[in-house]
């Protein structure tokens, strides 16, 4: 077995010219396959296929030496022949294999012993006779993922679980069936946007907190259960919800942000997830973050902390082996939190309305919480981190208006009631929300509000405070730019939230967050949508899919984990940085501590679809670890990226 090597090329396989239209059209291809992660018993890997010419939906064969399980993506297993033999069809959302480009499918194998299985790639299983080549799997794990060339559609250089389907798992006794055939998904994009979704919605899987479904341990198999002891410092049960970024805090006001923002999304944009098969999967992933934000309503309290950052920043290990304390922080009615409860209520109005015809019981509980916290977050007003001081150097809130007047927006959406909209109309002037915010973050909804009631009303003085808030981004405006074309905030998270002031830096003053937090895929996603409502559609999409592909690799490499060319690799995360544990053996973990922190080369674990904090004003970024600015990820980075994602494939073959 070659140690030094992280993969084979080969170069044996030919086909005869019928079966290369109708197959993988794989004749002289190059197939290269590598090993990420392996551990006694099982190991996860990619095949990277290259054909001779583009085709239109493919076909192939796998067939192992011994038996084993199967559990494979960017792929539907067809059928199984035996435990041994696996055929292998193309998702919905990659037909199209490039010759320009290699093209990733992930996979894990599971098998008894530890002898590494090797495998044959079969062409011609479906239709005919053809060469077919044994490989041995490599074991060394490659410093970084190449990738080719590419002239068309870039394709991703490392393979992910998909979450259109659930990973198809085949044992000998059992045949693996895919998903419900999702309608028709436009792929003419220059980047595969339905896989860059499904890798955003992966990263939120790494993220959870709490009991884990199978789902999750299946797909993301370094991750279990974790922090199943939160709240009960409080008596109450506080499990669930999303770790923040690379630590390990709950803090409820970026959490219920990024819920909004996914909901948002997935709201204004259900057509593109529908029609890609993605929107079962978006759903689940809202309602992890809903589940637990019922949880924290208790009536009169609303509980908006788990977690101490300064506690937790002191440690670098496992979630799951997680030994520090974990305080629960609310507010109350004479310890106020207008801005949490704001946006708590729009998380789960949007979500109400998600879920009314697939879950009607569930949806009627989402908006009566979602009610409640409004009154108690407008009645009883303040900021939330005057009120729980030890959020205020990590999430320190410089007001909560904006954050009452979107709830009061999503409200009027989820009931219908007038009621609020007049009451969003009302904040919007109170809160001077119509002047042009500096950017759209956790702690500013100013631009949002003014997109909402736009939609809602139509009126024109909404739509000039659109056009005015676009306007800073986009060339010629406020906003400078790099010179590869990157609009530029400020270089705290400059490709999402470019205000996350101090995840690890709790000294930094951010009393000015609100003018400081800027989220150019925010401000990409707001476009979007003003888009949709037919403001300057041609010119919004045109500019956030500027900016969007910014991240996906237009500049010669990719900021997003686990994507395209030259993704960053040593993202500033806890788990993905700690050697890989086979938590359903239940064997003894490597240990992992802050020598994990430094360690040379990647991480053991790829965090999938996670955005990275990304270049400095001039383009620059290298993968380092210890730098949280520029190699962090957070859950409030993704929202607004992958829903604008989401806007993008909406728009494809539209504009």
Not at 74 to 101: C, G, H, M, R, W
Not at 337 to 360: E, N, Q, R
Not at 526 to 553: C, D, E, P
Request: proline letters at 5%.
């Amino acid at each position: 077995m070659n140690e030094d090597s992280g993969n084979y090329i080969i170069r044996k396989m030919r086909i005869s010219f019928a079966l290369l239209m109708t197959l993988l059209a794989l004749a002289d291809a190059g197939v290269r396959y590598q090993i990420t992660t392996s551990w006694n018993g099982g190991l996860s890997g990619t095949f990277f296929v290259k054909p001779s010419q583009e085709t239109n939906g493919w076909e192939f064969s796998v067939t192992f030496n011994k038996q084993v399980t199967m559990e494979i993506w960017d792929a539907v297993i067809k059928e199984s022949a035996t435990a041994t033999t696996f055929n292998l069809k193309n998702q919905n959302y990659n037909p199209k294999l490039s010759p320009t480009a290699e093209t990733g499918i992930g996979f894990v194998l599971r098998y008894t012993g530890d002898v590494v299985p090797t495998f044959t790639f079969n062409q011609g299983t479906f239709g005919g006779s053809s060469q077919a080549t044994t490989v041995a799997p490599t074991t060394t794990r490659p410093a970084t993922t190449a990738a080719a060339t590419t002239t068309t559609k870039p394709a991703s250089t490392t393979a992910a679980p998909t979450t259109t389907a659930k990973p198809a798992t085949t044992t000998a006794a059992t045949t693996a069936s895919s998903s419900k055939a999702p309608g028709t998904c436009n792929t003419n994009s220059k980047y595969p946007y339905t896989e860059v979704i499904q890798k955003s919605i992966l990263f939120y899987e790494a993220q959870r907190s709490g009991k884990l479904p199978a789902s999750t341990k299946q797909r993301v198999p370094w991750r279990s259960d974790s922090a199943l002891n939160d709240g009960k410092d409080k008596g109450i049960d506080l499990t669930g919800g999303w770790y923040d970024a690379g630590d390990y805090v709950k803090f409820n006001l970026p959490m219920a942000h990024s819920a909004v923002v996914l909901g948002w999304g997935i709201l204004e944009f259900r057509d593109a997830y529908e029609s890609c098969g993605l929107l079962s999967d978006a759903l689940d992933e809202v309602r992890w973050a809903t589940d637990y934000l019922l949880k924290c309503w208790r009536g009169n309290e609303l509980y908006v902390q788990v977690g101490d950052g300064y506690i937790d920043h002191n440690y670098w290990v496992r979630p799951e082996q997680m030994t520090m304390s974990r305080p629960s922080f609310s507010v109350t009615p004479s310890k106020p939190g207008s801005d949490v409860a704001g946006d708590t209520s729009s998380a789960l109005a949007i979500a109400s309305i998600l879920f009314k015809t697939k879950d009607p019981a569930y949806s009627a509980t989402l908006l009566k919480a979602a009610e409640q916290v409004f009154r108690f977050g407008d009645q009883y007003r303040g900021k939330y981190s005057d009120s729980v001081p030890v959020a205020a150097e990590f999430y320190g809130s410089s007001g909560f208006i904006d954050e009452l007047a979107q709830a009061a927006a999503f409200l009027n959406m989820a009931t219908g009631n007038s009621t609020y909209l007049n009451k969003a109309k009302q904040l919007y002037t109170q809160g001077s929300l119509g002047s042009t915010p500096w950017a759209y973050s956790w702690d500013g909804k100013d631009a949002a509000v003014q997109v909402l009631l736009y939609k809602l009303t139509k009126e024109a003085g909404y739509k000039t405070a659109v056009e005015s808030f676009m306007k800073a981004f986009m060339p010629g405006g406020s906003v400078p730019y790099t010179p590869k074309g990157l609009a530029f905030r400020s270089q705290w998270g400059v490709l999402s939230y470019a205000g996350e002031w101090c995840h690890h830096a709790p000294s930094f003053n951010n009393s000015n967050s609100n003018h400081a937090g800027s989220s150019i895929a925010n401000a990409a996603l707001l476009g979007l949508m003003a888009a949709k409502n037919g403001v300057q559609q041609t010119s919004y999409v045109n500019w956030a899919r500027s900016q969007i592909h910014y991240m996906l690799g237009d500049t010669g490499r990719s900021f997003v984990v686990g994507f395209g060319v030259n993704p960053p690799n040593t993202p500033h995360h806890v788990g993905s940085s700690c050697p890989p544990c086979n938590w359903s053996q239940g064997t003894a973990c490597p240990a992992c501590g802050w020598d994990n922190l430094s360690a040379p080369g990647p991480n053991p674990n790829v965090l999938y679809g996670a955005l990275i904090g990304g270049p400095n004003q001039s383009d620059y970024f290298v993968n380092d670890r210890s730098d949280y600015v520029t190699n962090e990820p957070a859950d409030d980075y993704n929202a607004g990226f992958q829903s604008a994602l989401a806007g993008l494939q909406y728009f494809v073959g539209k504009v």
